[in-house]
Antibody, heavy 120, light 111 residues
Framework: QVQLQESGPGLVKPSETLSLTCSVS???????????WAWVRQPPGKGLEWIGL???????RYNPSVRGRVTILVDTSNNEFSLRLTSVTAADTAMYFC???????????WGTGATVTVSS | QSVLTQPPSVSGAPGQRVTISCTGS?????????VHWYQQLPGAAPKLLIY???NRPSGVPARFSGSKSGTSATLAISGLQAEDEAAYYC???????????FGGGTILTVL
């Protein structure tokens, strides 16, 4: 059974960098080419926002809303992928979910989420 | 402002049928990209409910169905149950943004 689990600091200071890792179990990130590894966030009381994704080859795509501040990397040796968001502000406070993406643009398996608060 | 537009809320009595609309544009749904639906129970992660417009993952009851026409899509829930109370999100791909996009979400209340 595929499981994803987010981890990382729950509190980040304004202007600093948010870093999260998603550990994947029950499935090899490199096993099939048709899967992607994505990050989605949800500000408190608001809807979902797709942040970006990475393929196990390292190829990545990002939402224009965060492009320039975001990097998503894959670590195939540890079967995990990561999110790095620089120059954070209070607007980046959210629940961050990692998810497995499919070639038809949807996400079929989700992590439980990690709460990140941006505050001094 | 979300790229895909959903009604903020819908409601229905147990046993009834409700529908949730998702309106896009010629750069996403109207361009032929599939629509996907997620259910998010309070305090939980989203769960895939419908993929590629009308397909249900294993374990999702047949009470949930999806359809698409033009620049809009619809999620229908028949035989409404109390456990269906949740937020529902549509999602597609937008070729102008080169990004996956979500609707703003619809809160379903079972009366």
């Amino acid at each position: 059974q595929v499981q994803l689990q987010e981890s990382g600091p729950g509190l980040v200071k304004p202007s600093e960098t948010l870093s999260l890792t998603c550990s994947v179990s029950g499935f090899s990130i490199t096993s099939v080419n048709d899967f992607y590894w994505a990050w989605v966030r949800q500000p408190p009381g608001k809807g979902l926002e797709w942040i970006g994704l990475v393929h196990h080859t390292g190829s990545s795509r990002y939402n224009p809303s965060v492009r320039g501040r975001v990097t998503i990397l894959v670590d195939t040796s540890n079967n995990e992928f990561s999110l790095r968001l620089t120059s954070v502000t209070a607007a980046d406070t959210a629940m961050y979910f990692c998810a497995r993406g499919r070639v038809d643009y949807y996400m079929d398996v989700w992590g439980t989420g990690a709460t990140v608060t941006v505050s001094s | 402002q979300s790229v895909l537009t959903q009604p903020p809320s819908v409601s229905g009595a147990p046993g009834q049928r409700v529908t949730i609309s998702c309106t896009g544009s010629s750069s996403n749904i109207g361009a032929g990209y599939d629509v996907h639906w997620y259910q998010q129970l309070p305090g939980a992660a989203p769960k895939l409910l419908i993929y590629t417009t009308f397909n249900r993952p294993s374990g999702v009851p047949a009470r949930f169905s999806g359809s698409k026409s033009g620049t809009s899509a619809t999620l229908a829930i028949s035989g409404l149950q109390a456990e269906d109370e949740a937020a529902y999100y549509c999602q597609s791909y937008d070729r102008s943004l080169s990004a996956r996009v979500f609707g703003g979400g619809t809160i379903l209340t079972v009366l």
